[in-house]
C-alpha cells in the first residue's frame, strides 16, 4: 500500500500526545458537523465505512469468487467504535453479523462445528457495540465460548476439520470474557499467562517445539492479562515488544523484518492503552506515515497502506481496521461505542 507520502501534518507533536493519553476525550470532540476531520483516527475510519459491500459487511476473495467475511467486519465494527466515528455504518454492519446464517457460518453450528476464536472475536464485538450478548443472532455468546474451554483453561475448536485455536482467540475469549458479569475464568488466564515465552512474548501457536514471540499475539495477550491483574506477565509483554519495535517505529510479523500496518496497529494499542508513551507514539507515527493523505487521490484519503511498498486494496481495507485500533489507542478491554459520531469524516484538505 503507498506510503503516506509526507506524514499527515495536521497535528502538533504536542496534540499527538495528548490524543494517546485521552483518546475519548479528544474523540468526542475533534470532529467537526462538516464531517471532516483531521485525527487519523477518524479518518481511517471513516474511509473503512465507505469501502463495506452493500453498505453492511466486508467481503473476501478466494479464486476469483467473494465470500463474507465476518472476521473483517468484526475488525472494523472495532475500528469504528476506537474512533468514536462512522456509528451508523457500526450499526448497519452489527446487524448483518447479527443474522442467524452469518452468526452461524462464522461460529459453527454449536454442535458439530464450534470455532473459539471466532466465538470470542463476536463476543466482544457485541458487547462493544451494547447488544445483548446472551442473545446475538439467537446465539448465547458467553455460554458457546464457555462450552469450548477444556479443563487446562484452553478455549478450543470443536470441528471435524481439526483444532485450530491458537492465543489471538485465547487473549480475546480472556477479553471478552472478563466484560462479562462472571468474568474470565481463572484457569482460562492461566493457560494464557503460560504461554508466554522466556523472552516476554507470546507464540501465535500453542504446543511448538520452539516458543516464538508474535508481536500481534503478545499484543493481544498483554490487553487480556493486564485486564486480569496478571501485571508481571504483561508488563513482560510489553518489553518484549518495545525490544522488537523496529527503528521506524513500527512492528514486523514474527520471521519477517519490514513494518506493517496489522501488527503495528494492535501494538501499538497495546502500549498506548499500558502506559509505555514513547514506544507508543513511535508507533502511532509509522502508522500515521503509513495514512494517505491530502496528496492523494480523494477516494483513498485516510486508508492506511499495508507497508511502504504502496497502496493496494485488497490489503488495505484490514489494515486499516487494525491500524485504527494503534491510532485511537483504546484498550479492547474497555472498548464502547456509546457516544460515537454517526457520520463517517472524510480527512479534512485544503
Known amino acids: 500500500m503507498p506510503t503516506l507520502r509526507r506524514p499527515l501534518g495536521l497535528l502538533a507533536i504536542s496534540a499527538l500526545a495528548l490524543a494517546a493519553v485521552l483518546p475519548t476525550a479528544a474523540a468526542a470532540q475533534a470532529t467537526p458537523a462538516s464531517a471532516t476531520t483531521v485525527r487519523p483516527d477518524a479518518a481511517g475510519a471513516g474511509w473503512l465505512a465507505r469501502q463495506l459491500v452493500n453498505g453492511d459487511h466486508f467481503e473476501s476473495v478466494f479464486d476469483g469468487t467473494a465470500y463474507p467475511d465476518q472476521g473483517l467486519t468484526v475488525d472494523a465494527v472495532l475500528a469504528f467504535a476506537a ?25 459453527g453450528d454449536g454442535t458439530t462445528e464450534a470455532y473459539a ?9 457485541a458487547e462493544v457495540r451494547g447488544e445483548d450478548p446472551g442473545s446475538f443472532g439467537g446465539v448465547d455468546l458467553p455460554a458457546r465460548l464457555r462450552g469450548l474451554q477444556a479443563p487446562s483453561g484452553r478455549f478450543s475448536d470443536r470441528s471435524q476439520w481439526g483444532d485450530y485455536s491458537n492465543n489471538f482467540g485465547q ?10 458479569p462472571g468474568g474470565a475464568p481463572a484457569a482460562a488466564v492461566d493457560f494464557l499467562a503460560g504461554t508466554q515465552c522466556a523472552d516476554g512474548g507470546f507464540p501465535v501457536f500453542f504446543d511448538r517445539p520452539t516458543c516464538t514471540g508474535d508481536p500481534d499475539s503478545t499484543a493481544l495477550a498483554v490487553q487480556a492479562l493486564a485486564a486480569t491483574g496478571r501485571t508481571a506477565k504483561a508488563d513482560a509483554g510489553l518489553g518484549w515488544l518495545t525490544a522488537h519495535q523496529n527503528t521506524d517505529g513500527g512492528f514486523a510479523a514474527a520471521g519477517a523484518t519490514v513494518s506493517n500496518a496489522n501488527s503495528t496497529g494492535l501494538a501499538t494499542q497495546a502500549l498506548l492503552s499500558n502506559g509505555r508513551l514513547v514506544a507508543g507514539l513511535k508507533g502511532w507515527s509509522s502508522l500515521v506515515k503509513l495514512q494517505q493523505g491530502c496528496s492523494t487521490t480523494p477516494a483513498n484519503r485516510g486508508a492506511v497502506a499495508y507497508d511502504t511498498t504502496g497502496f493496494t486494496p485488497a490489503t488495505a481495507t484490514r489494515a486499516t ?30
Open 117 to 125: 476464536g471466532a466465538t470470542a472475536k463476536l463476543l466482544l464485538a
Open 83 to 107: 474512533s468514536r466515528s462512522s456509528d451508523r455504518a457500526a450499526a448497519r454492519a452489527t446487524a448483518w453479523l447479527a443474522r442467524p446464517a452469518n452468526v452461524a457460518g462464522y461460529l
Open 321 to 350: 481496521a487494525q491500524a485504527v485500533l494503534g491510532l485511537a489507542g483504546t484498550p479492547l478491554t474497555t472498548l464502547s461505542a456509546h457516544g460515537a459520531r454517526p457520520d463517517a469524516p472524510t480527512l479534512a484538505c485544503r
Open 171 to 180: 487473549s480475546l475469549a480472556v477479553i471478552a470474557l472478563k466484560r462479562t
